[in-house]
């Protein structure tokens, strides 16, 4: 399973995506923001009085690759027809989505589960640019005037939801504070960071963003839904209900029945259709979405047609499970994409407010204790490599030893941080492949002694007698139970009380949202320029805030540091080295056992189905939205 934020892929987390320090680390918006359309970053002091500009698009880091002209992106097909169908079982979620149940069609609160792909019935004032590292452009918002840390954006004309009514500043406006009182925290969080929020008439939303808030922040901000003031004001936004939304995007809820499937219905006036960040997208006539409790049965379905594509996260079944009669007959294709984004983190994740992990030493024991080698070769075919990083298959992960921009940013810090922060970047530990290896399990058993279990009856245990159990919450199937039993059978025979619980999936979001667990397996990825809510997965606060995806509960002051100067760079090299610094800290830190990535996408589609683009943008495999069906 993987949460995410805008963009939901089980590989990333909703690239609404990163603590405040002092001096040197203060956050402040960049003249590459500040400058418009064409800006660069040219030394002017942020904040500072300059001719208001307007443009199309944000950046982070330099120009946005379309210009204002641009009639459509480079990875569409600007004359995909409308119509058909696309079913299949969600590979894609994020926030409170919940890929085998729900109750509510409102993703954007904290209670509740949602199902995936409701972000397709949402429309924002700017969207992504999937071919570049972090530029938006105009989807709702047709310009932007920015003066410092004023930013007014211009309503494109035409836009409505799909009650028919028009889409309007005092709705931008709506949406913005009430995802700041009552939001999920992805949402809810990072919008601390706006100063003001005014409606200076009926097509123009003025955001103001607090000084010192992160450059960052605008595109972010840009890139949340909009929502209908009046139909929540007349509907409680926090209720986890059915009722069918009124929405601001392509799609609305059709058909459903609750924890079996949803459909969504493409609006034929979508207003969106003939925008030039739209064109090309949302070509689907519906979208089916359905849910199942085990994957096999998720597997039969594709089989015979009832999905027609299907994402394969197994890599046992795409090794030896894709020989059923429609593929060869050549009806049903396998292939691969590469998958050029952050790989992102996936591991078991560790809870260090439990006290029995408060040691690192305990924790990276763990590690010693994981043949990740003998998992690969024997339930994985061979098909992965292993995790050492958060920012994995970036050039945000740290290799080697650091930098001088990076011992500039330690420097500070040393007497906080362990010194093997200051030395190679640390890698998981190779195994012999033999399932037992017999030196790894004694440096666990060492690393265990050292931070004072014992062994008494063949059981660890601390100061107290209490014995160390070690308790892994999965939702219940099959494939989590294979790939974590022979790890448990390995902590056992080193004193570790391993055990396996099963839960149903809400009772899964629920524990997870609460904290209410030892470890758990995760998967987080970031957008190659990562957003303020990259503070959701590591900072002090959120390691405090119940439903942040902060799992492990980093709560250290040297993160937070880096956090800041990462979110504080004026260049992209500025960046990086705050990120790789960031990286060395919390990798020492031992706050998970890292497990697997592959850096492409392996899917399966029945073939007369559908139309694929010539160019798959870099940083997505957007199915859903630029894939269209070849019956159409």
């Not at 950046?59 to 004359?79: A, I, K, L, M, Q």
């Not at 003025?206 to 890139?223: C, D, H, K, Q, W």
């Not at 949302?282 to 597997?299: C, I, K, M, P, Q």
């Amino acid at each position: 399973m993987s949460r995410a934020g805008p963009r939901f892929t089980r590989r990333r987390m909703l690239e609404l995506t990163g603590a405040t320090a002092a001096g040197a680390l203060a956050w402040r918006l960049t003249p590459a923001l500040a400058q418009g359309t064409q800006a660069g970053v040219d030394g002017t002091a942020a904040g500072a009085t300059a001719d208001p500009r307007t443009t199309h698009a944000l950046t982070v880091f330099g120009e946005p690759r379309h210009g204002p002209d641009f009639t459509h992106f480079s990875y569409v097909n600007p004359d995909a027809p409308k119509g058909g169908e696309l079913r299949l079982v969600p590979s894609s979620f994020g926030g409170n989505q919940n890929p085998t149940t729900f109750n509510t069609f409102n993703m954007f609160i904290l209670r509740g589960d949602s199902p995936p792909l409701m972000q397709l019935c949402h429309a924002s004032l700017m969207v992504r640019g999937l071919d570049e590292p972090d530029a938006v452009y105009g989807q709702i918002a047709e310009a932007v005037e920015i003066d410092g840390p004023r930013y007014a954006f211009t309503l494109r004309p035409g836009a409505t939801f799909s009650d028919g009514t028009a889409i309007t500043a005092a709705d931008v406006i709506f949406t913005l504070e009430t995802l700041r009182e009552n939001g999920h925290p992805i949402y809810a969080g990072p919008l601390s960071d706006i100063d003001s929020l005014e409606v200076a008439d009926e097509a123009t939303a003025v955001i103001t963003f607090r000084e010192g808030a992160s450059n960052r922040m605008p595109p972010l901000v840009a890139t949340y839904p909009v929502l209908s003031k009046a139909y929540y004001e007349a509907n409680d936004f926090t209720a986890a209900r059915l009722d069918k939304p009124v929405v601001s995007g392509a799609y609305t809820v059709g058909d459903f029945a609750a924890g079996r499937y949803v459909t969504l219905v493409k609006r034929p006036d979508f207003w969106g259709d003939d925008v030039p960040s739209g064109r090309g997208h949302n070509n689907f006539g519906s979208v089916r979405v359905d849910f199942y409790r085990e994957r096999t049965l998720a597997f039969e379905a594709f089989k015979t047609g009832k999905e027609n594509f299907r994402e394969e996260f197994t890599s046992k079944v795409w090794a030896t499970e894709y020989t059923f009669p429609a593929i060869q007959r050549g009806d049903v294709v396998r292939r691969e994409f590469p998958d050029d984004r952050p790989a992102g983190a996936q591991g078991w994740f560790i809870n260090t407010r439990r006290p029995k992990f408060a040691d690192p030493r305990t924790r990276e024991a763990l590690a010693w204790a994981f043949d990740f080698e003998w998992t690969n070769q024997n339930l994985f075919y061979g098909a992965y490599k292993r995790t050492q990083s958060f920012f994995m298959n970036s050039d945000m992960m740290a290799e080697g030893e650091p930098s001088a921009a990076e011992l500039a940013l330690l420097e500070p810090f040393r007497d906080q941080v362990d010194p093997a922060v200051f030395g190679p970047a640390w890698t998981a530990p190779v195994a012999d492949g033999s399932g037992r290896d017999r030196t790894n399990m004694r440096r666990a058993i060492e690393l265990l002694s050292e931070a004072g279990w014992t062994r008494r009856d063949g059981q660890l245990v601390d100061a107290a007698g209490e014995p160390l159990v070690v308790e892994y919450l999965y939702p219940s199937e099959p494939t989590s139970e294979r790939i974590f039993l022979p790890f448990a059978n390995t902590l056992r025979a080193i004193g570790i009380d391993a055990r396996l619980t099963p839960v149903d999936a809400t009772q899964y979001q629920l524990r997870s949202v609460n904290f209410d667990f030892d470890i758990l397996t995760q998967r987080f990825a970031f957008a190659p320029t990562p957003y303020d809510t990259i503070r959701q997965y590591f900072s002090s606060e959120a390691a405090a805030t119940e439903g942040s995806y902060n799992l492990a509960g980093i709560a250290d002051p040297v993160v937070d540091a880096m956090l800041a100067a990462m979110l504080a760079a004026s260049t992209r090299d500025e960046m990086l080295a705050a990120a790789r610094a960031m990286d060395r800290v919390t990798r020492v830190g031992h706050y998970w056992i890292p497990q697997w990535y592959k850096g492409s996408h392996t899917v399966a589609y029945w073939e007369a189905d559908f139309g694929i683009p010539e160019t798959k943008p870099r940083y997505e495999l957007p199915v859903a939205e630029t894939w269209w069906s070849a019956s159409a």
